[in-house]
Each structure stands twice: as C-alpha cells, then as structure tokens.
C-alpha cells in the first residue's frame, strides 16, 4: 500500500514571495490534515478535511494560508505572501475515519522543508 | 500553560536501560492518547496509543494513562541505541482536535 505522499520535499524562497505544496493521501482515507512543525516543536493543525469539507481550520492563518481537497483527494496548502516564520516543515497526514473515542491511526507524509530567505 | 506539556530533554540512558518519558495535558475531557516517534529529518510515526485507565503494553513499549492526573507516560525497556528519536505526545480533544507537545529527544547511547 503506497503511502501519504508530498511535493516537493524541499523549497526555499524568498519573502513575499508565493508557494504551493501538494499531497495525495492513502488510497480510501477520507481525513485529512496538513500541518505545520518548526524547528524543535511538535506539529500544530493547520487544517483538516473530511472528504472535500473543512472540518476544522482554526489555526491556518487565513490572511495568507489557503488550502482545498477538490474531489476529495489530492489537497494543495497555499502560502502567499510567504514571511520568515513560515520556515518550517509542513506535514499531511491521512486517516481512514473520524470521530468516536478511537481515532484511525493518522499517517504522515514526509514533509515539504520550507525556507524563506 | 501549554495544552500538552512534555519535558524537551534531551534524556540520555545508557543502551539496555528503561527510558521514561511524560507528559501531561490540560483537557479533563480528552479521550484519546497517543505517542509518536520522529526519527531527525523523518516524518512521526504511530507506536502506541491508549484509551483507557492504566497500563498498555506493546513489545518493549508500555504506554500508563492517569486520567485524574491528567498524566501520560511512555516507557521503552530495554532501550537500544535505534530508540533515539523525538517522542511526541498527542492528545484528541474533545471535538477531535489531535494536540501534540513539544517533544522529548531522547538518546541511547551504546
């Protein structure tokens, strides 16, 4: 089974400038999350969607951050004007299923390392 | 106070002793608990989770939950050197929200 996958893995680009990453989740998983670890923190929610519905955004910074799942399945994060401390890594994870006690086991892609200069 | 709080180390142990790690949370009502090892420059993967009162024991891994202390732990027996990694808390909030702590980077040295 092919796992969470993410492009690119690595950018750098200079402030104010515009930066798209993109994540094709596991095959039937119909959660998904994109979130945001920088350097010695642990991951922080940007956005979660069930199916191509927002579950939850609370924490993306909307002024510049967007996000979509069109169709339900790939799902793009959008960072425009881009400013230093959104250096980071960004993580999408995927899960089979939502709510109730016990959450499916969320799995996470390799990250997209940002850099802005 | 931090919603999910967890010492950032580092903790060293010596290889073939037992690592300890904490953490503690703030949202009486939180259900789920998780615990994530992150290799450096890896994405965290799932070891344990945990739902209930008390202990949960998995290979070398026991996950204890004190919901009154609001208090989770993690304990590695037998650490080897391949343990070192960040051990990332996670907790569900009600609502489902999956909050993670800072992380603890722990070392096993040979």
């Known amino acids: 089974e092919a796992g969470v996958a993410q492009s690119p893995r690595y950018k750098i680009i200079e402030k104010r400038q515009s930066v798209a990453f993109w994540c094709n989740p596991i095959?039937?998983?119909?959660?998904l999350y994109w979130y945001q670890q920088i350097l010695g923190q642990g991951p922080k929610l940007l956005i979660q969607f069930q199916n191509n519905g927002v579950v939850d955004d609370s924490q993306l910074p909307k002024d510049r951050f967007s996000a979509e799942r069109l169709k339900g399945v790939d799902s793009t994060l959008k960072i425009q004007p881009a400013k230093l401390e959104d250096s980071a890594v960004y993580l999408c994870?995927?899960?089979?299923?939502?709510?109730?006690?016990?959450?499916?086991?969320?799995?996470f892609g390799p990250g997209t390392r940002l850099t802005v200069l | 106070q931090k919603e999910v709080e967890q010492n950032s180390g580092p903790l060293s142990v010596p290889e073939g002793a037992i690592a300890s790690l904490n953490c503690t949370y703030s949202?009486?009502?939180?259900?789920?608990f998780f615990w994530y090892r992150q290799y450096s420059g890896k994405s965290p993967e799932l070891i344990m989770s945990i739902y209930s009162n008390g202990d949960k024991e998995d290979g070398r891994f026991t996950a204890q939950l004190n919901k009154a202390s609001q208090y989770v732990s993690l304990l590695i027996r037998d650490s080897q050197p391949s343990d070192s990694a960040t051990y990332l808390c996670a907790v569900k909030k009600q609502g489902g929200k999956l909050i993670f702590g800072q992380g603890t980077e722990l070392s096993v040295k040979p």
């Open positions: 095959s039937g998983h119909a959660t």
């Open positions: 994870a995927s899960t089979t299923f939502i709510g109730g006690t016990e959450e499916g086991t969320q799995y």
């Open positions: 949202d009486r009502g939180s259900q789920s």
